[in-house]
């Protein structure tokens, strides 16, 4: 991808899953990558020697710049962590091209039945960790008067309703609109906002489904293309996001989800003809 090699990135949730992907997506493309992880230093150092391993065998990065990792531990729920994250990436990398807002968590649970508390650990998680992120990111930006781009993993159920998901389903909602203002709002002054909307996708956290052919067929029969993504589909869109090849573009949401919002229940006609 063109513009990426040598761009210093922070991923949120890196450890694991998409953002494991999206992280080892972008240290191939040469950029620096800070993985920030809120427990599993395990997990988040195995993402770090994937990073490397993908650069070692794309010898051009190495030779012609080499990509740098940097670990970094963080709530992104609370305002102390997030800026402690922040000023530990700038410390090592100097500065901040890229912010990707992927941290995030469900709950499940009966609406009438969930707790406050629930639903704000979700939020403040999900929307509130993503805000602040994007906060400190622009003013980074902004204060070194240099472009930048922000892209936030939402998901498809910012427009796909998922019972007993409350709380992740209005947190993604709002992430719709956090990445649609903050795009509006500092489109003139070089700062780019999009988000990718997953749908099903084979991760750790989806084992209980992937795992279980019967439970995976269930998923699956919903999927116009008739299977769930790959994490490594997911880090291929955000590359591209963050690349050159896609500064003309701010403001979206790019559903990478099989064709699960076509509403596959249409594909045969039950309704009027």
Known sequence: ?????????LVTGGSSGIGQAIATRLG????????????GLEEAQHTEEMIHQSVTDCLTCIQDFGSKTLLVQAD????????????ETLTAFGTLDILINN?????????EEISVESFDRVIGTNLRG??????????EFLGKEKPGVIINVSSVHQEIPKPRFLSYSVSKGG?????????????????????????????????????????????????????AATSEEMGAITAFLCSDEAAYITGQTLFV???????????TAWSSE
């Open 130 to 139: 993503a805000f602040m992120c994007a906060q400190l990111a622009i003013r």
């Open 1 to 9: 991808m063109i513009g990426l090699r040598g761009k210093n990135v």
């Open 28 to 39: 191939r493309e040469g950029a620096n990558v800070a993985i920030n992880y809120r427990k």
């Open 175 to 227: 992430m719709q609109n956090l990445t649609r203002t903050l795009a509006l709002e500092y489109a003139g002054r070089g700062v780019r906002v999009n988000s990718i909307a997953p749908g099903a996708t084979i991760t750790p956290i989806n084992r209980a489904w992937v795992d279980d052919p019967v439970k995976r067929a269930q998923v699956e029969e919903h999927i116009p293309m008739g299977r």
């Open 103 to 111: 941290a995030g968590f469900q709950i499940p649970g009966d609406s």
């Open 257 to 267: 989800d099989g064709g699960l919002t076509l509403f596959a229940d249409f594909r």
């Open 76 to 87: 992104v729920s609370k305002e102390e962590d997030v800026k402690r994250m922040f000023d």
